[in-house]
């Protein structure tokens, strides 16, 4: 009887696959061992145990590019390097729980791209007489303000926040929406422009809304990105907002 495993027998022996065993010996982790009469190669005692240390570690991480010199060091060396990739597995572990929470929070819609703040502010915009056309507005908005002018935006929830207190804003808040059924030309848009210029002016703390995010962004084209988006050029919505800002200039308050 020939002495020695198959390599299909020391393979299984390891827990790996036969491929896997040709994959360590083209990386020089595992010695080929020499064949018998029969041209067959036959793993010992030591290719046996060293198959196993190399797939062991390998299991646990350590890349297959520092095996061979990791079972050629001392054992200083060895405990050492376990160390490192022991550090190296934990970050791995806390990026791979990041992204599981973030799967967690787009299974639960607002908060993946926002914080809770401006998740319980969407949830809470129904009870006030918002559609959900205007929570999907006010939803988009909140993402692109928090991703363009991101060192302003916890201010830009408080100051909606508050806002949402006062029955008046919300009221014209709720009648900007009706104003994408309207011709650019409806009288009713300057009305309501007026109205919400003169609100914003009586109220200087809600006036921050409008110029919050802007006075922290050194480029004018953010602030747009947030101020105008929904808005289709030469719509009453666009109208609505150039009339209201023009007001707004002409009564002293800076706009880009």
């Known amino acids: 009887m020939a002495a020695g495993l198959t390599i299909g027998q020391a393979a299984a022996f390891a827990g790996i696959t036969i491929k896997t065993v ?33 797939r062991t570690l390998a299991v646990a991480g350590v890349p297959l590019a520092e095996i061979g010199p990791l079972l050629g060091s001392d054992a200083e060396s060895f405990a050492a390097s376990l160390v490192d990739v022991e550090r190296q597995l934990t970050q791995q572990i806390d990026e791979l729980a990041a992204r599981r929470e973030t799967l967690r929070r787009l299974a639960s819609g607002d908060r993946a791209l926002l914080p809770d703040r401006a998740a319980a502010l969407l949830e809470g915009m129904p009870s006030l007489g918002f559609t959900p056309d205007d929570v999907t507005t006010a939803r988009e908005s909140f993402v692109l303000a928090k991703a363009l002018v ?57 006036l921050k809304i409008v110029t919050g995010l802007q006075a ?33 200039r002409s009564a002293g308050v800076h706009i880009s």
């Open 22 to 54: 040709r994959h360590y010996h083209k990386l020089g982790l595992v010695d080929e061992p020499a064949r018998d009469g029969s041209g067959y190669r036959r793993y010992g005692s030591d290719d046996l145990l060293r198959l196993v240390q190399v």
């Open 150 to 206: 991101p060192e302003g935006f916890d201010d830009y929830l408080t100051d909606i926040e508050n806002a949402l207190q006062d029955p008046r804003f919300v009221t014209l808040t709720r009648r900007t929406a009706e104003v994408a059924c309207w011709e650019p030309d409806d009288p009713r848009v300057a009305e309501l422009a007026t109205d919400m210029a003169d609100h914003y002016l009586a109220n200087p703390a809600q």
């Open 216 to 248: 922290r962004t050194e480029a004018a084209t953010r602030y747009r990105l947030i101020a105008h988006h929904g808005e289709q050029r030469q719509s009453a919505a666009a109208r609505l907002a150039a009339l209201v800002e023009t007001k707004l």
